[in-house]
């Protein structure tokens, strides 16, 4: 047994929010340079060039790589072997929420009731989402999420008959929906089984693996690759201007599900798609 004191996450969330909105991740970082690379369009080139000048500035001068800078989600992959002390885990994650975005002059974008809607003014509660794992460590994950993107997000319960055709057909339709809004170039999260909350959870934490790498399951592979090219020729481009590079990334998450369903969740972040990652 590992004995973790919860001031211990609360520094380390707050380091990570201040750190997520100001610099990019280095996986984020190279497949912007990429896309640079492959985008045909002059004036999608333009618009990649100038997003990468906002992120030189944005980590260089300390200022927020995005004006919103989101709604803290926090994953957490507890040992089974870790007993925390010195006061309530929620309580300490939220806590370093509140300490990093007070101390990093982060936006505050958090109400607390969605119809009533009173800012909470230091930007909690995050969303927390928890998974006991084995072994005697805590890996955090922080993805402050901007609901530009958060907004064109879908959740389609198909039926097991419209398969992998009707997979694609969701995503590609999420995808035309969203066109400028989620201010491409995009990263696309996608949680194919469970139930209708599990391909949506999927989606969001596919945002947070290594950008452009792929699934270990071969015909999931093949799907991200597909998708990939195939949202890419919908020709909405840089800035939702026109060009090739639409999305960067496609990522698939999946899930044994219920014989009479098919949820597909599609989570759909845009350019900077913030994701920090530490274990402690």
Sequence with gaps: ?????????????????????????????????????????PLGCQILEQLQENLTIASEDMIPICQDTGM????????????????????????????????????????????VRENTKDNTPAVLHTRIVAG?????????????????????????????????????????????????????????????????????????????LHSEISWVKDLEEELLKRINELGIGPGGLGGTVTALAVHVNTYPTHIAGLPVGVNICCHVNRHITRTV
Excluded at 72 to 84: E, I, N, Y
Excluded at 96 to 110: A, P
Excluded at 161 to 181: H, Y
């Design 72 to 115: 803290a989600v926090v994953f957490l992959d507890v040992g089974q072997d870790v007993h925390f002390e010195g006061g309530n885990l929620e309580e300490a994650v939220n806590e370093g929420v509140r300490l990093g975005y007070l101390e990093g002059f982060l936006r505050k974008s958090v109400v607390r009731d969605p119809i």
């Design 136 to 212: 005697d460590k805590v890996k955090i994950k922080v993805a402050p999420k901007g609901f530009g993107s958060e907004n064109m997000s879908r959740v389609f319960m198909l039926k097991p008959a419209e398969g992998i055709e009707g997979v694609k057909e969701a995503v590609l339709t999420a995808v035309k929906d969203a066109g400028p809004n989620a201010c491409p170039p995009m990263v696309i999260g996608v949680g194919i089984g469970g139930t209708f909350e599990k391909c949506a959870l999927m989606a969001k934490e596919a945002l947070t693996r290594q950008t452009g």
């Design 1 to 41: 047994m590992r004995t973790v004191n919860v001031k211990e996450i609360t520094e380390n969330i707050k380091e990570m929010c201040i750190e997520v909105n100001h610099h990019l991740s280095s996986d984020m970082v190279k497949a912007m340079k990429q896309a640079e690379k492959k985008e045909k369009s």
